[in-house]
């Protein structure tokens, strides 16, 4: 639920990382983007519970969408910079 042109990915940068094995093929895709998943799940569920309390309504109630969090069936939202 958050635009795309709002999210950086930095890979290979040896300003970032100083020594690296090479990404061995496939396999950075199949471990990286899973761990990228699950970190992505997590930011997301917390998201939800501090949107939660700010906005006083229940995480199930809560939804991501078009950069803003907001309570499903209500105009009550927070933009997702103001939930980071």
């Given at each position: ?45 917390k ?38």
């Amino acid at each position: 639920g958050v635009p795309l042109d709002s999210i950086s990915i930095v890979h290979g940068d040896t300003d970032k990382v100083q020594m690296g094995m090479g990404t061995y093929g496939s396999r950075s895709g199949a471990v990286g983007m899973s761990a990228v998943v699950k970190a992505m799940d997590k930011v997301e569920a917390k998201a939800k519970k501090i949107a939660a309390h700010l906005l006083e309504a229940d995480e199930a109630d809560i939804e991501i969408k078009d950069g803003n969090v907001r309570v499903a069936g209500t105009d009550k939202s927070l933009p997702w910079f103001q939930v980071a």
